[in-house]
């Protein structure tokens, strides 16, 4: 591997492809693939299937081979953002610079396609064909946990309850570890368990935490300050407490470096400079 913005830009219409052809050849009501497919080939960024993929690369693995995980990841993550997208929750109107789901099909076939996409992770991960079994069920009870009551849904009720709470540092930390944190470090985990790695967890578990943070942070920048023209959305949190909200611009900058070095220092223990060039890329994006 050159680096990891090359492969970032080198592998992220694999990943578009791949997920077109895989939903294109399954068998389900034609309004719910097109909005599947919609939603799911985009021009995001695709960043948590493809640090996947580039982890196997860097443990000596075949990547290609393991396409169909990397879109159960990016299938999960997808579907948070069109239910994430709803009137109801945040109520956007646009994402990856068009439409949201819901304004193009409509609400119900919205809540459908994210349901859809979440089911259809798991029944990938179980169809693969070269895992041994009591690797799927750990990576399916992986993905259940970080994305679920645990992680990713538990950081969701914690982001539009915040009025039944009392927010501080811990609780934005908390729930921002939850909401975003599990979803970035999972593409980590699985990589080493797939590649039997199993002793790096521990420090990738800590790098994702940090990462995770610091991502959030940069997202909260660039929502208020970002070009929609590179950002692809529009700024939307007006009544809620983020951390821009809470602690302002110079001292968010200072969060924001302070995470990442602290991710930088977890991927140094590691002796991993993927993961170190990972954490600068995110440092410096504009969208």
Same mark, same amino acid.
Request: aromatic share 14%.
């Given at each position: 591997m050159n680096n990891i913005e090359d492969f970032l830009k080198n592998n992220k219409e694999l990943i578009n492809n791949f997920a077109e052809n895989y939903i294109e050849n399954i068998e389900f009501p034609s309004i719910l693939k097109e909005s599947v497919?919609?939603?799911?080939?985009?021009? =995001? @960024?695709?960043?948590?299937?493809?640090?996947?993929? +580039?982890?196997?690369?860097?443990?000596?693995?075949?990547?290609?081979? !393991? &396409?169909?995980?990397?879109?159960?990841?990016?299938l999960v993550h997808t579907y948070s953002l069109v239910h994430d997208d709803l009137p109801a929750m945040d109520n956007d109107d646009y994402r990856w610079g068009k439409f949201t789901n819901h304004k193009v099909y409509g609400e119900e076939v919205a809540i459908l396609t994210g349901d859809a996409m979440q089911t259809l992770a798991y029944n990938i991960i179980s169809k693969n064909d070269i895992l041994e079994d009591s690797i799927k069920i750990r990576l399916i009870m992986l993905l259940s946990d970080y994305s679920g009551v645990n992680g990713m849904l538990a950081g969701q009720i914690y982001d539009i309850k915040q009025d039944s709470y009392y927010v501080d540092e811990n609780y934005l930390e908390n729930m921002?570890?939850?909401?975003? =944190? @599990?979803?970035?470090?999972?593409?980590?985990?699985? +990589?080493?368990?797939?590649?039997?790695?199993?002793?790096?967890?521990? !420090? &990738?578990?800590?790098?994702?935490?940090?990462?995770?943070?610091?991502?959030?942070?940069?997202?909260?920048?660039?929502?208020?300050?970002?070009?929609?023209?590179?950002?692809?959305?529009?700024?939307?949190?007006?009544?809620?407490?983020t951390y821009l909200s809470f602690y302002g611009i110079e001292k968010c900058e200072e969060l924001l470096d302070l995470h990442t070095e602290k991710a930088k220092s977890y991927a140094s223990k590691l002796n991993n400079s993927l993961l170190n060039d990972f954490a600068s890329l995110l440092l410096s994006r504009q969208k």
């Open positions: 497919k919609y939603s799911l080939v985009n021009d =995001g @960024k695709k960043l948590r299937p493809l640090i996947f993929l +580039a982890m196997l690369d860097h443990y000596g693995y075949d990547y290609k081979n !393991f &396409l169909d995980i990397a879109l159960s990841i990016e921002h570890n939850l909401k975003t =944190g @599990k979803l970035i470090t999972l593409p980590l985990i699985f +990589a080493a368990i797939i590649s039997n790695n199993d002793n790096d967890i521990e !420090f &990738l578990t800590s790098y994702g935490y940090d990462l995770g943070l610091a991502y959030q942070i940069k997202d909260d920048i660039l929502d208020y300050y970002g070009d929609f023209k590179l950002t692809g959305k529009k700024f939307s949190d007006e009544d809620m407490i």
